[in-house]
């Protein structure tokens, strides 16, 4: 995973089969779907991959238990099936976890019951566990710092957790590995077209050097998520609105909060809202709202209200209260939600299932959908590359490829941090002892080496101090301070590995610095 390499073989095709505008999860998973059955495949990506919605999720690889409620059992059947997908292709990044709903209400806890019940017969033999009832003092137990005032017991149930980001860039591996070509920091700019107005590629522009590429190609496909629209409006002006952004944020704490490996599930706040408390990386996430945004954004901001009502949810459950200043890191996150034909629509009632758009030029623009779906998306939307653009048929391959890195690991295994790198974990040592000073620690508090840092500069296209500690280490989202401590550090080794001056190092401070205040509460 070469950005030269990749930069090289863009620059010697003179036809694609299949072009895609757009590296998040949607994108990638096309780009794989669409190598694996031969095609030539090129993804372009303006930032870094998984940059936007891809690595601001709930870590959750899930059938969507708040669904139920909907009855959008098709969906949820769906994405049952891809959990299961995603544990088999990935088994190290992706784990079976297990979530505890405190039941302080006997009626409550019947109906919540009855549902995981329901939900468990869905999953099938894909089941990750059945869901049972426990006594108030095993519910204390699974979540020591559980609210104990009026709790009756609880209801246990399991789903799936990832590394979200770090699943990005493993797909990225794994279609580059079947022959696409995949690039970051490379934006489309314009659609191309030909005389009777079909669509025939795109021009590009790189970000780091502002040349421009011209990508000729049968088959156009935007997978940008919140900013579909943009690109919609690139083909034409008259395209209509087909998006609407709705924010998700998260706070992150210690897991002081909630010393378990339990996750904890509170399925109805007081506005009607899911809310997960769920261990990740020796953290406490907790999540998520649900806002209507007017405008995408590149870096989405938590609005007071969203901190207040997790904040007070949490304090509402949890005997040790998490207070605005142990906030270690807050993000925020835009969910690209298909809009609905009725006006005045609740996002948490707008439907998760991805849609396909086919425009009169031929461009198709894939819209909703949640990642545990990113496979079957893919699947999808190749499937209608090939219908309507002519493509010879093959059928899709991805239920059975294995992502790069994928082995079984085994829950004590994953308390060592280098576990998400799976197979490569032997190259990384050996990285290590054939340069003795990458073994230092990056931060004091933290397990991760100079030595991850330039395998990521290597081995994983990051180009910035950004793309290193939020999507590489995942530290900004962890603890932004700490974050913020490592930046020169990391800025020292990107400059030396990628042969860059004073002045570039300085700038990529400064720039990291800026996007880090964002996850830091005042």
């Not at 899930?62 to 299961?84: N, S, T, V, W």
């Not at 089941?127 to 020591?144: M, R």
Request: include cysteine; aromatic fraction near 6%.
């Amino acid at each position: 995973m070469n950005r030269e390499e990749q930069l090289s073989k863009l620059k010697q095709t003179p036809e694609w089969d299949v072009i895609i505008i757009g590296g998040g999860a949607s994108g990638l998973g096309i780009a794989l779907d669409s190598a694996s059955r031969g095609y030539k495949t090129v993804l372009v990506e303006a930032i870094d991959f998984a940059k936007g919605t891809s690595s601001r999720s709930t870590k959750l690889a899930h059938g969507g238990i708040r669904y139920l409620e909907q009855l959008d059992i098709a969906l949820i059947r769906e994405a049952l099936k891809e959990r299961e997908l995603m544990l088999k292709n990935a088994g190290h990044l992706v784990k079976s976890q297990s979530f505890v709903i405190p039941v302080y209400n006997r009626l409550n806890g019947y109906y919540f019951s009855t549902g995981l019940k329901i939900y468990d017969l869905l999953a099938g033999s894909t089941s990750f566990g059945s869901s049972q009832s426990i006594s108030k003092e095993k519910t204390i137990e699974l979540l020591p710092t559980i609210a104990q005032e009026g709790l009756q017991g609880g209801i246990i149930y399991h789903d799936g957790q990832f590394d979200d980001a770090l699943f990005a860039i493993n797909l990225a591996r794994t279609a580059i590995e079947k022959g696409a070509c995949l690039l970051n920091y490379v934006k489309a700019v314009q659609i191309l077209k030909t005389k009777d107005n079909q669509i025939s590629g795109i021009i590009t522009e790189d970000q780091e050097t502002e040349e421009k590429y011209t990508l000729k190609g049968k088959a156009v496909i935007n997978a940008t998520g919140v900013f579909t629209n943009a690109i919609m409006s690139l083909d034409s002006s008259k395209n209509k609105k087909f998006v609407i952004p709705s924010q998700g944020i998260h706070l992150v704490f210690d897991k002081s909060f909630l010393p378990s490996e339990n996750a904890l599930l509170i399925p109805k706040t007081r506005d009607g809202r899911v809310l997960f408390m769920v261990p990740w990386h020796d953290k406490l996430i907790v999540g998520t709202t649900d806002t209507p945004v007017d405008e995408p954004s590149l870096e989405p901001k938590p609005l007071e209200t969203e901190i207040n009502f997790i904040l007070e949810t949490a304090q509402n459950f949890l005997t040790k209260k998490p207070q605005r200043s142990d906030v270690l890191s807050v993000f925020a996150g835009l969910r690209p939600l298909a809009l609905p034909k009725k006006e005045g629509k609740n996002p948490k009632e707008i439907s998760r299932n991805h849609q396909i758009i086919v425009s009169d030029s031929g461009l198709i623009s894939v819209i909703g959908g949640k990642w545990t779906t990113y496979r079957k998306i893919a699947e999808d939307v190749v499937d209608k590359v090939i219908e309507i653009h002519d493509l010879p048929k093959a059928e899709c391959k991805t239920r059975n490829i294995a992502i790069h890195g994928h082995t079984t690991v085994t829950e004590s295994e994953r308390k060592n941090h280098l576990s998400v790198y799976g197979t490569d974990t032997p190259e990384l040592l050996k990285l290590q002892e054939n340069e003795p000073a990458l073994k230092e620690k990056l931060h004091h508090n933290y397990p991760y080496t100079l030595s991850e840092v330039v395998w990521a500069i290597r081995n994983e296209m990051a180009r910035t101090v950004e793309d290193i500690l939020a999507r590489r280490l995942r530290l900004l989202f962890l603890d932004a301070r700490a974050a913020i401590e490592c930046s020169e550090k990391v800025a020292s080794l990107l400059s030396r590995e990628l042969n860059k001056g004073t002045d570039w190092k300085q700038k990529q401070i400064a720039d990291f610095k800026k996007v880090a205040q964002g996850y830091l509460l005042d």
